[in-house]
């Protein structure tokens, strides 16, 4: 695997890259590039928002995963009503994104179905202004894996009821396989061409694939327009990756290397997640667990906070004071 190198000599391969992943990358016309990152963190606790540590960072944006059904069901409307309430008053804006649940059935709703759902979201949440038609589309776990045509479906639907809203057009991750399920995606669309994408880049990431060989590359020599990274990160536990918080810190720093490098064309990016589930101990009783919480279960950072802080202080983003005393700093709210 690409993350057994040296962290040193893939950051140096993946910038020297760089100039080899121009050729493979179609760019936006003069006055296209965004103009300034953002950077959040895509987290589903509304008491995140009101946590110290989170306030530091001072960022501006984050994302929400609700099943399509959120508008039909009283409990999960109080539950996006009290996360909507807290992003608003932190100045947070919220992007949410449609999907299956874990647990939940697999079916892939019709497209009546879904104009009903979204509309009736709409309605329920008309402050809500940026949408995910649905999240992750081209993984296994999801509906829209072997329909790529009905997640464009989905799209139009989003696209004509919603004016003025930002929707992503597709949201993918970058598996080997997600260029064909694009492409697929792309031949079912009716109307102009999206130019507004969503990317989970956790391969590239996690494992330091190289710039020019990047599955982040890729889409952007794919599909034309902007790229939010939409989920990402260092991933701290998952099923084939043992514990390890410091391999996760070196993921967030190379992920910010890859967005660097792509600037012209990366306008955002929401790191996930906030909080952990499990630590050192907890992960040898639960093997399968995912965690890529910036901080441990119990609330301590761990050393991708330190990594996303440090990269938000190198950009020039964010809050962070680095002369303050870190149990009683600030929380600059005007800084941006």
Request: hydrophobic share 40%.
């Amino acid at each position: 695997m690409d993350g057994r190198r040296g962290a040193s000599h893939v950051l140096s391969v993946a910038l020297g890259a760089a100039c080899l992943c121009s050729a493979l990358i179609t760019t936006t016309p003069a006055g296209a590039r965004p103009s300034s990152l953002l950077v959040g963190v895509a987290d589903q606790g509304p008491a995140t928002f009101n946590n110290r540590l989170y306030r530091r960072l001072g960022l501006r944006i984050s994302r929400l995963m609700v099943p399509l059904n959120t508008a039909f069901d009283p409990d999960r409307r109080e539950w996006v009503s009290r996360w909507l309430a807290a992003a608003k008053a932190d100045g947070v804006e919220p992007l949410v994104a449609f999907s299956r649940f874990y647990g939940t059935p697999t079916a892939l709703p019709s497209v009546a179905a879904y104009r009903r759902a979204f509309i009736a979201f709409r309605q329920a949440f008309p402050e809500v202004t940026e949408f995910i038609p649905w999240n992750e589309e081209n993984h296994q776990a999801q509906p829209t894996f072997r329909r790529p045509g009905r997640a464009a479906a989905y799209y139009e639907v989003m696209r004509n009821n919603c004016p003025g809203c930002q929707i992503l057009a597709a949201d993918v991750l970058d598996t080997h396989g997600a260029e064909k399920w694009l492409t697929k995606f792309l031949h079912a669309l009716h109307g102009p061409p999206p130019r507004l994408w969503g990317l989970h880049n956790y391969i590239d990431a996690n494992r330091h694939r190289p710039l020019a060989h990047s599955g982040t590359a890729a889409m952007l020599a794919k599909v034309h327009g902007t790229i939010w990274l939409t989920e990402t990160g260092g991933l701290v536990k998952t099923a084939v990756h043992p514990y390890n918080e410091k391999r996760a810190a070196r993921a967030i720093r190379y992920l910010f290397t890859i967005t660097s490098a792509l600037r012209s064309r990366i306008a955002r990016v929401y790191v996930y997640n906030w909080r952990g589930v499990v630590n050192a101990a907890m992960a040898r009783a639960q093997p399968l667990s995912w965690d890529s919480g910036l901080t441990e279960p119990n609330g301590k950072p761990r050393p991708g906070y330190f990594a996303l802080r440090y990269e938000l202080t190198r950009l020039h983003l964010g809050c962070w004071s680095p002369g303050a005393v870190f149990s009683t700093a600030p929380w600059l709210a005007n800084c941006l």
